[in-house]
T-cell receptor
Framework: GAGVSQSPSNKVTEKGKDVELRCDPI?????LYWYRQSLGQGLEFLIY????????KSGLPSDRFSAERTGGSVSTLTIQRTQQEDSAVYLC???????????????FGDGTRLSIL | QKEVEQNSGPLSVPEGAIASLNCTYS??????FFWYRQYSGKSPELIMF????GDKEDGRFTAQLNKASQYVSLLIRDSQPSDSATYLC????????????FGSGTRLQVQP
């Protein structure tokens, strides 16, 4: 596809379950980012990938959160033993290369709305 | 203090007026700034980016950057009801972090 693709679009699960969120970036984009957005809030950075490596994991809120990227393309964000405070929209973005110059903006997918019961 | 600050609004302007959205940032080493528009329930959509001091115009939108004063603004001329959304300011901070740091957004309401 032409844009960033995320799945599922919605996920409802019980507290304590594990969830897996998927992101397929724009073809050719080497940088991939995960953010989350709670209701009425701004975007909170979680983790950034350059190729398959994650130079910056500083935004992951706890060790229940992990992410991987394979083949320099698809990324999976996994949340183990989900808690109610994990409820949010999880957004993935990609850019040609790492942000820092004006001609490499990040483009967002439609997000996964995660609800923990 | 947040690294990127925005007034949450709502900012209400009449149709056809100029809407002025402002953003301040704390990191003097910040290099690039981005304005995203986010409709309710939708993902952020890139409007403009700017990395040099001064103005950058694109259609009805003008981004302004003043690195000495550490502020960024977005002007929307001839505002339309369809411009009603939350506008997110984001900066690429020069802290070694490659991800963007986002403000909380300003909600704009354009009254018909």
């Amino acid at each position: 596809g032409a844009g960033v693709s995320q799945s599922p679009s919605n996920k409802v699960t019980e507290k304590g379950k594990d969830v897996e969120l998927r992101c397929d970036p724009i073809s050719g984009h080497t940088a991939l980012y995960w953010y989350r957005q709670s209701l009425g809030q701004g975007l909170e950075f979680l983790i950034y990938f350059q190729g398959n490596s994650a130079p910056d994991k500083s935004g992951l809120p706890s060790d229940r959160f992990s992410a991987e990227r394979t083949g320099g393309s698809v990324s999976t964000l996994t949340i183990q033993r989900t808690q109610q405070e994990d409820s949010a929209v999880y957004l993935c973005a990609s850019s040609l290369n790492a942000a820092g110059t004006g001609d490499q903006p990040q483009h967002f997918g439609d997000g996964t709305r995660l609800s923990i019961l | 203090q947040k690294e990127v600050e925005q007034n949450s609004g709502p900012l209400s302007v009449p149709e056809g007026a100029i809407a002025s959205l402002n953003c301040t940032y704390s990191d003097r080493g910040s290099q690039s700034f981005f304005w995203y528009r986010q409709y309710s329930g939708k993902s952020p959509e890139l409007i403009m980016f700017i990395y040099s001091n001064g103005d950058k115009e694109d259609g009805r939108f003008t981004a302004q950057l003043n690195k000495a004063s550490q502020y960024v603004s977005l002007l929307i001329r001839d505002s339309q009801p369809s411009d009603s959304a939350t506008y997110l300011c984001a900066g690429a901070m020069d802290t070694g972090r490659r991800a963007l740091t986002f403000g909380s957004g300003t909600r704009l309401q354009v009254q018909p």
